[in-house]
């Protein structure tokens, strides 16, 4: 209804408002704009080789701007809230295991430890999960110890989340969004001077290819680095880093094959990670052959 009264409106000024009106309606945006998109990129640029930073274990080259202090209150602020939140167990076997474990990983981590405040909770959930923070905040839910079967499966779990702490994955992936938004705004202002419809679609290619092919992608790097990460700290830790691969069997079935195409995921696949244990398992043996005389392998 709208629509109309602003048409009839126009149509009651007489011939030179209908012929302004004609002449508005049937105005086409300009093309992309280059050369605004190439100053957005160059300092897309700039901000990613100023701020590369090494990553422990692996020597990657990330891009990283928070400092580890700030990185550790951050950690620290949203742990207590997780825990305020749920629901801690504070005793009993699950709980003295899961700090044994976690002590045990944090004492081989040593020598990349930047100065973390180790702790370790159980907190009661049926989810199978287990995360650890920057700062080495580590919780371990219920829900998967079932899962983890055994000492060595879960120490390949706490090892693997405590590798994205080790690692600064959290302050990676805040850097990594603050390039995606600056590459944003460079398209978003390119495509200023085209016509709507034009920069709808300019904007969703950008978001398909920022996510499938830039977010996605790392965050899946994110979790194959710690799976390294954990297997090299099972291993100084004298956990059988063979068991890696037979936990990803046993989590492949606690999911029920319900976990989406790995191109979709955050995660790579069960697949994907027990070939990659596989392939790196020669490496693991021999740290654990080195760090435990008592329990020589081959």
Request: with cysteine; net charge positive.
């Amino acid at each position: 209804m709208r629509r109309r009264s602003v048409y009839n409106t126009r149509a009651n000024l007489g011939g030179r408002g209908r012929g302004l009106g004609r002449r508005t309606m049937g105005r086409r945006g300009g093309g992309f704009r280059w050369k605004i998109m190439l100053l957005f990129a160059l300092g897309a640029g700039v901000y990613y080789m100023a701020n590369q930073k090494s990553v422990p274990f692996t020597g990657r080259k990330q891009l990283r701007t928070m400092k580890p202090a700030a990185e550790m209150q951050l950690g620290l602020q949203s742990y207590q809230q997780i825990l305020n939140d749920s629901q801690v167990r504070t005793r009993g076997p699950i709980v003295d295991k899961v700090r044994e474990v976690g002590i045990n990983i944090a004492k081989a981590a040593a020598p990349e430890d930047p100065g973390f405040d180790w702790n370790f909770n159980v907190i009661d959930s049926n989810q199978v999960n287990a995360f650890a923070l920057p700062g080495g905040y580590t919780a371990v839910y219920t829900g998967i110890i079932p899962v983890a079967a055994n000492d060595d499966g879960l120490a390949a779990i706490m090892g693997h989340e405590i590798g994205h702490a080790l690692a600064h994955h959290g302050a990676e992936r805040m850097a990594q969004q603050n390039l995606q938004r600056i590459v944003g705004a460079g398209v978003a202002m390119g495509a200023g001077g085209m016509d709507v419809g034009a920069q709808r679609a300019v904007m969703g290619v950008f978001g398909g290819v920022s996510k499938y092919g830039f977010a996605l992608p790392f965050s899946r790097s994110h979790e194959s680095e710690a799976d390294y990460i954990g297997l090299v700290l099972m291993a100084r830790a004298c956990y059988d880093p063979r068991e890696a691969p037979k936990l990803w069997e046993r989590m492949k079935q606690a999911s029920g094959g319900n976990a989406p195409q790995e191109f979709a995921s955050t995660h790579p696949s069960p697949e994907t990670r027990i070939a990659d244990f596989k392939r790196l398992m020669p490496e693991a043996i021999a740290i654990y052959n080195q760090n435990c005389r008592n329990n020589i392998s081959n």
